[in-house]
């Protein structure tokens, strides 16, 4: 082979080496689908033992079964967000986090309580309670059995003897109404004896005197009384 054959031969090679390295890795056309194969499955169950030999011949093991194919792909999990979900994780949080507040189950809510040792006019205190998705408590107060419960929250903290709830007749005087707008009667407010009674008192106090037993007086809406707030879900 002359020399200038062989460096024709040569460059011809080169050529071929570099196409095979840029292209390689490309397996279809432009209008092919490229499949893509994933990592093996696990190792299948071993095989069939074999059957037992002749007379002083010992049997044999079969062969180990070849690897399982790869799984399929699961499904995409699904966020619930509906009302309801969403609610329970607001409680679980709560729950969790706000472990200052007393909850308390009645019926199929759960209500929480927590004493806030800060001294605030009723219209602060209410404003305070809302602050943090609460209200100034109303059904701890109105419910005998929960507020029992309430009461014993109020009773094992230090601090103000007064205490703002969520009652008023700021719309209408003399025509108490709770802050969940439930119409207070006699039933479901504990009153003090001879209350509610002067005109000026517009807004109502749990009063935490221990020969009271934590009961209920109208007052000052512009006094400052530590306050109880309530949420519920």
């Not at 792909?73 to 979900?85: P, Q, T, V, W, Y």
């Not at 994780?89 to 472990?99: A, N, P, S, V």
């Not at 007393?102 to 809302?130: H, P």
């Not at 439930?182 to 004896?193: A, G, H, I, K, M």
Request: hydrophobic share 30%; with cysteine.
């Amino acid at each position: 082979m002359s020399e200038m054959l062989r460096h024709l031969v040569l460059v011809l090679l080169t050529y071929l080496s570099f196409l095979r390295l840029v292209h390689g890795h490309c397996c279809c056309d432009q209008d092919d689908t490229e499949q893509i194969i994933g990592p093996p499955g696990r190792p299948g169950k071993a095989g069939i033992k074999g059957s037992q030999g002749n007379a002083g011949e010992p049997g044999r093991d079969g062969r180990i079964g070849i690897n399982g194919s790869k799984g399929e792909k699961g499904e995409s999990g699904m966020c619930d967000c509906s009302e309801l979900a969403t609610s329970q994780k607001l409680m679980m949080f709560d729950l969790l986090t706000h472990r200052d507040w007393k909850w308390i189950s009645y019926g199929s809510n759960i209500y929480g309580y927590q004493l806030f040792k800060e001294a605030k006019t009723y219209q602060q205190a209410r404003a305070a309670c809302e602050a943090v998705q609460a209200t100034l408590a109303c059904v701890g107060m109105r419910i005998p059995h929960v507020r029992e419960q309430v009461k014993a929250v109020v009773r094992n903290s230090s601090g103000s003897t007064s205490i703002w709830i969520g009652l008023d007749d700021l719309e209408r005087m003399n025509h108490y109404v709770w802050l969940d707008g439930v119409v207070s009667n006699r039933e479901n407010t504990d009153w003090l004896p001879n209350q509610p009674d002067t005109a000026p008192e517009r807004c109502v106090e749990l009063v935490n005197y221990h020969n009271q037993n934590e009961r209920l007086n109208d007052n000052i809406c512009s006094k400052t009384f530590h306050y109880l707030c309530e949420k519920f879900y």
